[in-house]
């Protein structure tokens, strides 16, 4: 069982920055494929960005250039850089892990945190 736990969240001006960060328990950290996923009210929860275990990403097409995640497996760290954040940014945040294989669902989640930008 991998835990997760995400902070960093907070209230920011729109055009402002936050750094996510989601450190996990365990040994396994490096095996993981690893993710940001983000709900906001009244909307489905939607994939933010996601990073193999070889440092390969994938980002939302909302968010490409503005945010960069990466990961730091020594340290058991994921992290999520966001840039010029937007109002449609505001929604929580969660961390997510994916065990290696075929499949691309994720195993372990965060409880995650809140992101709010204001005008």
């Known amino acids: 069982q991998v835990q997760l736990v995400e902070s960093g969240g907070g209230l920011v001006q729109a055009g402002g920055s936050l750094r996510l960060s989601c450190t996990a328990s365990g040994n396994i950290f490096s095996i993981l494929r690893m993710g940001w996923y983000r709900q906001a009210p009244g909307k489905q929860r939607e994939l933010v960005a996601s990073?193999?275990?070889?440092?390969?990403?994938n980002y939302a097409d909302s968010v490409k250039g503005r945010f960069t995640i990466s990961r730091d497996n020594a340290k058991n760290t994921l992290y999520l850089q966001m840039n010029s954040l937007k109002l449609e940014d505001t929604a929580d945040y969660y961390c997510?892990?994916?065990?290696?294989?075929?499949?691309?669902?994720?195993?372990?989640w965060g409880r995650g945190t809140l992101v709010t930008v204001s005008s």
């Open positions: 997510a892990a994916g065990r290696p294989g075929a499949s691309s669902a994720m195993d372990f």
């Open positions: 990073i193999t275990n070889r440092g390969s990403t």
